[in-house]
């Protein structure tokens, strides 16, 4: 008796653990799903994996800022919005890795790592577009057999170490712009020389020094740096339409 209770315990534990493993990875398809739909800029796809839902949210965070959608209507009124007028996929490929998932029910909590490959890689010229990696926390609900996504945190973790000259030179520059925004012409024209002494072969800085002098009404130190921003990078186009309208006035 006493070996027939124990096999049938056993026999309980392996069940359980098959269907936790199969919810697993229904969840984890779930997620795939979305992640191939939001690099085809698939919305009606996209759709069918988020939960309709008025309670539905999604968060962005790093060190650059703090971003929050609320109400399944905001988030697929900003989806459809965003991809209407960006058609073109920005991502060619994103991996998902390393899965936690906690789930009772109908109800699921997942964590896992997202490296986005970007369709143009230019690591070594601004805006420094190379592999991202998020790292995601969701809540999944399932509605029917289907798991669907009710909300999600994105994060950046990579921006809260990184020390990287190109991080410098976008902070700096970003503080720069802060101040041109304050109508600080001067300090702005400040900070963006420092980022020109620092970052001497980098086109984007003449360019924001350029604009900075351009709105102080130096025209002469404006169309010098826009030309070497040109000299360095030819197709920057919003420089090239900056650098003629200065030689019209």
């Known amino acids: 008796m006493r ?5 049938s315990a056993l026999l309980c534990l392996a069940v359980g653990s098959f269907a936790q493993n199969a919810e697993d990875e229904n969840i984890k398809k779930t997620i795939q799903a979305n992640a191939n739909a939001i690099v085809q800029r698939d919305v009606d796809a ?9 309670a539905a949210f999604t968060t962005f965070i790093s060190r650059f800022g703090y971003n929050k959608i609320m109400s399944w209507d905001s988030m697929a009124a900003t989806v459809e919005r965003d991809w209407k007028a960006n058609p073109k996929p920005e991502v060619s490929h994103i991996k998902l890795d390393s899965y936690q998932i906690r789930s ?9 790592d997202a490296v986005m490959t970007p369709t143009d890689m230019q690591p070594d010229i601004f805006p420094y577009t ?11 609900v399932k509605e ?29 520059n970003a503080t720069g712009y802060r101040l ?16 020109v002494k620092l970052f001497p072969n980098s086109w984007n ?9 351009a709105l102080a009404g130096n025209k002469k130190a404006a169309i010098e740096n826009y030309e070497k921003s040109m000299k360095l990078n030819p197709k920057n186009e919003s ?3 900056a650098l003629a309208k200065l030689k019209m006035k």
């Open 3 to 7: 070996k027939f209770t124990i096999l």
């Open 46 to 54: 996209w759709k069918a994996t988020m939960l309709h839902d008025p």
């Open 104 to 112: 009772n029910g109908n109800m699921a909590f997942v964590d896992y």
């Open 130 to 140: 190379s592999e991202v990696r998020f790292h995601n926390y969701e809540t999944l």
């Open 144 to 172: 029917g057999d289907q798991w669907k996504i009710l909300s999600r945190i994105r994060t950046l973790p990579d921006t809260y170490t990184s020390n990287s000259d190109h991080d410098m030179e976008a902070d700096i």
């Open 180 to 195: 041109l925004g304050a109508k600080k012409m001067n300090e702005a024209i400040e900070i963006f020389k420092l980022n």
């Open 205 to 213: 800085v003449y360019d924001s020094l350029g604009e900075a002098y």
């Open 239 to 241: 420089g090239t339409t």
